[in-house]
C-alpha cells in the first residue's frame, strides 16, 4: 500500500475529484480526514470508504474559516494521531456572466487562494515537529494560462496558488515538508459543465485538448497519490498538469 501508516486531510472531499482522492487515499492504507461544507455527501465518502475496509471520518470544514481550520486539524491529531498529508482541493466555479464582477473576484480569492493558505498555515506546524509531510494544492490549468471564459479572479487565485506552492517549497524544504501543485483541465465536474453548457464553448474548450476528451476525476486522484506518496520524496515545488496536453498547445 503507497500510503500505509499515513494520514491524511483531503478539503472539498465529498464529490469529484476531492472525493476520488479520499477514497483512493484510504484504498492505498491512509486515514483520511474528509472535509466539505456538504455534510451529506461527505459521510456518504466516509461511508464509501467504512465500507471497503478504509478508515476515514468527516469533519464540516469551511476553508475560508481558520477557525475552522484549527479545529480539523485539533481533530485529525486526536482521532489519528499525526497528520501526514494535505491535499488541498476545496474551491470555488471560475464561471460567472460579469467578467468584471467584484464579488465573485473577492469569492475567488478568499476560497482558491486565501483557503489554500490556511490550510498550509495550520498543518506545517504539525509537519515540521514530524520532520516531514507532503501538501498538494489544486490549482488548474487556468493558473498557467489565461481563459476567455472564466472571471478573470479565477486565474488570478489559481496563479497565486501556483506560486504560493513553490514559495513554500523552498521555505519548508529544510523542514523535510514537500508542497507541490496539481493543475487539472477540463473535468466532468459540476463546475466544468456551468463553464460548458453552451456546445460552442464545450466544442472550443475540447478542440484545445491533444486527446479530445475530458477528464476523469481518477486521474487527478492518482497525480495526487503519486505526489502525497513517498515515491516522490525528491519531488518539491512543481506544477503538475493532469490536463490531456492541453498545456503542451
Request: with cysteine.
Amino acid at each position: 500500500m503507497r500510503l500505509k501508516d499515513k494520514v491524511a486531510i483531503v478539503t472539498g472531499a465529498a464529490w469529484g475529484m476531492g472525493a476520488s482522492t479520499a477514497e483512493l487515499f484510504a484504498a492505498e492504507g491512509a486515514c483520511v480526514m474528509v472535509t466539505d461544507i456538504l455534510d451529506a455527501e461527505g459521510t456518504d465518502v466516509v461511508a464509501r470508504i467504512s465500507d471497503s475496509g478504509g478508515q476515514a471520518r468527516f469533519l464540516t470544514l469551511d476553508v475560508t474559516n481558520d477557525t475552522g481550520w484549527a479545529s480539523v486539524v485539533g481533530e485529525t491529531i486526536s482521532t489519528f494521531g499525526q497528520i501526514d498529508i494535505l491535499v488541498n482541493n476545496a474551491g470555488v466555479s471560475g464561471s460567472h456572466p460579469d467578467l468584471l464582477n467584484t464579488q465573485t473576484w473577492d469569492e475567488q480569492m478568499d476560497v482558491n487562494a486565501r483557503g489554500v493558505f490556511l490550510g498550509m498555515q495550520a498543518v506545517i506546524p504539525q509537519m515540521q515537529k514530524a520532520g516531514a509531510g507532503s501538501i498538494v494544492n489544486i490549482s488548474s490549468i487556468s493558473g498557467i494560462v489565461g481563459q476567455s471564459f472564466v472571471h478573470m479572479g479565477y486565474n488570478a487565485a489559481k496563479g497565486a496558488v501556483r506560486m504560493a506552492t513553490k514559495a513554500a517549497a523552498v521555505q519548508f524544504a529544510p523542514d523535510g515538508i514537500r508542497v507541490n501543485s496539481v493543475h487539472p483541465g477540463l473535468m466532468p465536474a459540476m463546475r466544468t459543465s456551468k463553464m460548458t453548457a453552451d456546445p460552442k464553448v464545450r466544442e472550443k474548450m475540447l478542440s484545445a485538448v491533444p486527446f479530445g476528451r475530458v477528464g476523469r476525476v481518477e486521474e487527478v486522484a492518482y497525480a495526487n497519490l503519486f505526489l502525497a506518496s513517498d515515491e516522490s520524496s525528491y519531488i518539491t515545488g512543481i506544477e503538475m498538469p493532469v490536463d490531456g496536453g492541453f498545456l503542451a498547445m
